[in-house]
């Protein structure tokens, strides 16, 4: 078989043996292409047939190949064979065959399907998927083509946190350590990323930085790109102002002794200013917005002055030419206000500074002042001062008070002191003592019982024979109507029936022996029959009365056994 229409020669290499005995033979031929054929016979003579009609054959409609197909993919290319978009694929087909593409179709699947598409938008995206082409001629040839794409159109995301000492309005008052945060939702994840303090893309894969000077605003980037390329930026602004405000104060006046002073605060913060109330006084519990402040009495006084950031700074200044309310005195009374007979003196005393203090004054109504300014006693800016001597009689309370430099006078209470008081008690006459006044002494006994019996009087209860009553001196009626009350009455036995000497310093009415206001004196009634009590007036001043009065008494008891009685 030829394409040629010479005939071959005897030898020629294309011959096929064939297995054949007489009569007509049956020949496939295979693998033909479209052309003109000659067929030429040779017998085992070496005869060789001649082109006939029969012997010439045309072929043209043979198509053995394959059509041929190709996916494209289009759009916004990342990196890393990676889209950034909405994938445009089209599908390319031919066939060199000769019959034609017949059919033809593009799906995401592996099953033939000839749905006649051939370009499909891809929109979601997706780590890897395969896009299919099937073609078919009209020979019945088939082929298919395949693309696997990627498609990531989302941005990674990112956010800077930051941590310290956190102050007021979003300041830090310490180095402020930040931290980068990220994520990647489109499928091809996070590829690389930085922190820094450049506005421009670096991707270094540092996550964490840390600032630590003082700074009004400082801001920090982060970068962020992901396998498709997509990148995103984020950043953040920290405020850090660690350092304390400086302030000082100053004084409205320097004169000595003025009444008050004012003081001025003056503060400053070089990175966060000053907080909208920054000032506190005296203590640093609340800030308000008054730079000022009026101080009464000397002493140092603290100032605080507060940032926006939340530190605190304080100043302080010391007060000195202030003069002020003197010190409340103190008085040293050698009597301890007790009634004396002698002249005496009184220390007075005050804490507060010399050179502050006018004079002295007392008074003996808290009302009606006098100076203590007598020869001698000029009490003008003392701080411990003592008075003139006390001498004449009186019970009466003295009050005392200092005034400062620039007190108007003793009733200048602004400037004067409260007063302190104590009782001055001097007498300086004996008591007097009479029968007249005394009223005598009365006697009576009380028996076993506590009751009273009457003079001449036997008693039952008085344990005749055995126990015995007790007899009973009383002081009756003590006298009144004096100047001064009676203190003290000396009383000495003078009798020779006790069975111990009685010598007892009798207080007028204390509670050992008082009897409503009666002073008694009482002993058990054994052996006296006869009592002498002598007595010596004193008062509370220790004056003493050297008249003596001497009463005697004779006591005893009823039935002493042998019938008689004293």
């Known amino acids: 078989l030829s394409t040629s229409s010479n005939k071959p020669s005897e030898n020629s290499s294309g011959w096929k043996d064939v297995n054949y005995s007489k009569g007509e033979k049956t020949i496939k031929l295979n693998d033909l292409d479209n052309g003109t054929y000659y067929l030429w016979v040779k017998d085992k003579a070496g005869n060789i047939s001649d082109t006939t009609d029969k012997s010439k054959f045309v072929v043209d409609k043979i ?64 780590k890897g998927i395969t896009y299919y082409g099937y073609v078919k001629d009209k020979a019945g040839n088939t082929n298919k ?35 980068l945060k990220y994520s990647d939702e489109g499928g091809s994840e996070v590829a690389s990323y ?35 390329g997509n990148t995103t930026k984020c950043s953040l602004t920290v405020k850090k102002d660690s350092t304390k405000p400086t302030c000082s104060l100053t004084q409205s006046s320097f004169v000595n002794y003025v009444k008050s002073v004012t003081l001025s605060i003056n503060g400053y913060d070089l990175t966060s200013g000053l907080a909208s109330k920054p000032y506190s006084w005296i203590n640093k519990n609340s800030f308000g917005t008054s730079s000022t402040y009026t101080v009464r009495s000397n002493g140092t006084y603290n100032a605080y002055v507060k940032d926006k950031a939340g530190n605190i700074g304080n100043c302080n200044k010391s007060i000195s030419n202030i003069i002020s309310k003197p010190n409340k005195p103190t008085i040293k009374n050698p009597t301890n206000g007790n009634w004396v007979n002698y002249d005496f003196s009184l220390t007075v005393s005050t804490t507060s500074r010399a050179d502050t203090l006018g004079y002295w004054y007392y008074s003996y109504d808290a009302k009606n002042w006098t100076r203590y300014d007598k ?38 209470t602004a400037n004067c002191s409260d007063y302190a008081s104590t009782m001055i008690r001097i007498d300086k006459t004996p008591p007097s003592l009479s029968s007249a006044n005394m009223n005598g002494l009365d006697f009576y006994q009380i028996d076993n019982n506590g009751n009273r019996i009457g003079a001449y009087m036997k008693d039952q209860n008085c344990n ?40 007892t310093l009798v207080t007028y009415n204390r509670n050992n022996g008082v009897i409503g206001d009666n ?48």
């Open 194 to 228: 930085d922190i820094s303090s450049v506005p421009t893309e670096s991707f270094n894969n540092r996550s964490s930085i840390s600032h630590a000077g003082d700074t009004k605003g400082f801001n920090y980037y982060g970068y962020v790109k992901d396998n498709a």
């Open 63 to 126: 198509d053995k190949v394959k059509p041929t197909c190709s996916i494209s993919a289009s759009g916004t290319e990342g990196d890393n064979n990676w889209f950034k978009s909405n994938i445009k694929l089209e599908l390319e087909y031919n066939d060199t065959g000769g019959s034609d593409v017949d059919k033809y179709g593009m799906v995401n699947s592996s099953t033939v399907n000839y749905n006649s598409k051939k370009t499909v938008t891809h929109s979601v995206n997706t």
């Open 519 to 566: 002073y008694c004196l009482w002993t058990r009634g054994d052996n006296p029959c006869r009592m002498v009590i002598t007595s010596r007036a004193y008062d509370y001043a220790g004056n003493v009365n050297n008249s003596i009065i001497v009463t005697e008494y004779r006591v005893g008891y009823i039935g002493s056994g042998d019938g008689t009685g004293c």
């Open 375 to 412: 020869s001698g006693y000029n009490s003008y800016g003392k701080q411990t001062f003592v008075t003139s001597p006390y001498s004449a009689e009186r019970n009466q309370a003295t009050y005392i008070r200092v005034c400062n430099k620039v007190a108007s006078g003793p009733n200048d």
């Open 145 to 179: 083509c395949s693309l696997t794409i990627k498609k990531d159109s989302t941005k990674p995301t990112c956010s800077i946190t930051a941590k310290g000492t956190k102050g007021d309005n979003n300041w830090f008052k310490s180095t402020v350590n930040m931290t």
């Open 464 to 503: 005749i024979g055995q126990g015995r009553c007790t007899a009973t001196i009383c002081l009756v009626n003590v006298p009144g109507g004096h100047t001064r009350p009676i203190a003290k009455y000396w009383v000495i036995d003078k009798g020779s029936g006790y069975r111990t000497s009685l010598s």
